[in-house]
């Protein structure tokens, strides 16, 4: 038995490639760094769905806004009872309203709904009246209007549209095999969605980034780094944005993600000296691990740089995951539409380590 599946194929794919050794990821025959900050979010969600719905416009813009607007009907079922969970929990419980389907317009309801339901989720716990959709604008640019309530800079929406490309899709990762195992038993794409919000919510998978800020925090200055790492990893923890199953080498999209901090760090958007002193504990940081696991290649992941990026756009730490579901949910639709293309029910075999029956049948 492989323990956690480590290197073991369970599917063939041409969506993604995640190479660990060279560390670089291709989407459908594009390298990262075309797409990361050069394409649109629904451009690159375009390039995932090809092939896989019959009726696909060419452009994807004007049917996803109209799906933000559909969609933000359901954020009248935000009752107090919601208010008092996670957001992600919240938002993970206004997608399940959504009917399940297979077709374009679930779909395209689905890549809507995490941007939705996210903003108008953290508008409410604020005490703010959720802001209503603008289907004539970019997904990222509606994004941060609506959690803003204004219209974002261009800087803001492009480092937002940064963010969704370079996290959409990452070959066979946690939630996207859990969206294939629901999507092979043809249970429909809103259950395949559920499923993989269900499981990008673990701090070992998507919920690492909203802790690095409280590292980050906790750390407070450079100079508390070493100190203040040495003692996590004594008690045990894990360094929240170190380390990857696949990549033995840093994941491309730390520098992917780094870059676009680097464009929005004008003063405005991120605080003065934050980058500067986030280098420095990852610096710390790499130092530490290596010392610590010295035959274990422990790097920098995609939920360092990620948790500074998001900082800047102004979303909550609480709500980090959510906004990684927002370009993830483009690959969960895109790995279940192939599970259902050309894929049999997963079903993997056990050995049985239990006690034998008392006796004999
Ligand atoms: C994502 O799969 C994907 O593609 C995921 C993802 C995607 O796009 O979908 O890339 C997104 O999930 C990125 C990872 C986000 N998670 C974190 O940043 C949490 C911290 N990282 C770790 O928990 C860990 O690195 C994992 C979970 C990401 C990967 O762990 P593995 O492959 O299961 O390896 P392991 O847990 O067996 O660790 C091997 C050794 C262990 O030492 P021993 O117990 O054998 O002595 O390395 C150590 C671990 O303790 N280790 C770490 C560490 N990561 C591994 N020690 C300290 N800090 C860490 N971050």
Request: negative net charge.
């Amino acid at each position: 038995m492989s323990d956690g599946l480590e290197d073991v194929v369970a599917a063939n794919t041409v969506l993604s490639e995640v190479d660990g050794q060279r560390g670089q990821l291709i989407i459908r025959g594009h390298s990262l760094d075309e797409l990361a900050g050069r394409a649109r979010f629904e451009d690159v969600a375009r390039i995932l769905f090809d092939g896989f719905f019959d009726d696909l416009p060419a452009d994807v813009a004007p049917a996803l806004g109209a799906a933000r607007a559909e969609v933000f009907g359901e954020v009248a079922a935000l009752d107090t009872g919601l208010l008092d969970r996670t957001p992600i929990e919240a938002m993970r419980a206004l997608t399940a309203r959504l009917a399940d389907g297979d077709d374009l317009p679930t779909a395209l309801r689905l890549l809507a709904a995490p941007a939705v339901f996210t903003a108008a989720v953290i508008r409410a716990q604020g005490g703010h009246a959720p802001v209503a959709p603008d289907p004539a604008l970019s997904h990222a640019a509606d994004t941060l209007r609506m959690l803003h309530g204004r219209a974002p800079g261009k800087a803001e929406a492009d480092a937002l549209d940064t963010y969704l490309v370079t996290v959409c899709d990452h070959g066979l990762n946690a939630s996207t095999f859990t969206a294939r195992v629901i999507a092979s038993t043809r249970a429909g794409l809103t259950s395949a969605v559920l499923g993989g919000i269900g499981a990008l919510k673990g701090p070992l998978h998507g919920g690492a980034p909203g802790p690095v800020i409280e590292m980050l925090d906790e750390i407070g200055e450079p100079a508390n780094a070493r100190a203040w790492i040495e003692a996590a990893l004594a008690r045990g923890d894990r360094l929240m944005g170190f380390g990857h199953r696949i990549y033995r080498v840093r994941d491309p999209r730390a520098d992917a993600l780094k870059a676009a901090v680097r464009r929005l760090d004008d003063g405005s958007n991120v605080r003065p000296g934050r980058v500067a002193f986030a280098e420095a504990v990852e610096a710390a940081a790499l130092a530490i691990l290596k010392a610590h696991k010295p035959d274990r290649a422990l790097d920098t992941n995609v939920e360092f740089y990620t948790a500074l990026l998001l900082e800047a756009l102004d979303f909550p730490p609480s709500a980090f995951t959510c906004v990684f579901a927002m370009g993830r949910v483009a690959g969960w639709v895109a790995h279940a539409r192939e599970q259902v293309a050309g894929g049999r029910l997963i079903r993997p075999q056990s050995v049985y380590v239990g006690p034998a029956p008392l006796k004999a049948a």
